[in-house]
C-alpha cells in the first residue's frame, strides 16, 4: 500500500485485494489444522482419504468435461501441483490452461480480460450446444 501511495499509483487494485484478503467469513482454528493436515500434509484428497458425509471422495469419479487453470507465477498451488490433477480424473475431454499471473491475478489481473476470460467464454461456448 505504502508502495502506491509513495509513487502516486491508483488505489483501487490495492484496495478490492485487501477487502476480498480480509473479508471472509470467521474460520474455526480446529477447522483450518484439519484442512491443513488433511489436504496440504497428508495429501488425502489426491490419496482417495477424503471422506464428505460418509462417502469417499474419488477424484478419478469425476467424468465431466474439465477446464483446469493455473498461474505459472502461483505461490499457493504451484504448476505441477495443478496439472497433476489431469491425471487423477477421468474426463476425456480435459484441458490444463496455463497463465503468466499468480494466484489471485489469475482471475483479477490484467491478463485475466484478455487472457483468462475469453479462454472460459470460448471454452464453455464449445461445449453448451449453443
Known sequence: MWERIFEDKPMETWLAMNKWVNDGPPFP?????????????????????????????????IETPLLSIAGRKDHICLLPQAEATMDLVSSEDKEFFVLDAGHVGLMTGRGAKQGLWPKVVSWLETRSGA
Do not use: C, H, M, P
Request: aromatic fraction near 12%.
Open 29 to 61: 482454528g480446529a477447522a483450518f489444522k484439519t484442512w491443513i493436515k488433511d489436504f496440504y500434509q497428508q495429501d488425502k484428497l489426491v490419496k482417495g482419504e477424503i471422506e464428505l458425509r460418509g462417502r469417499r471422495v474419488d477424484l478419478s469419479n
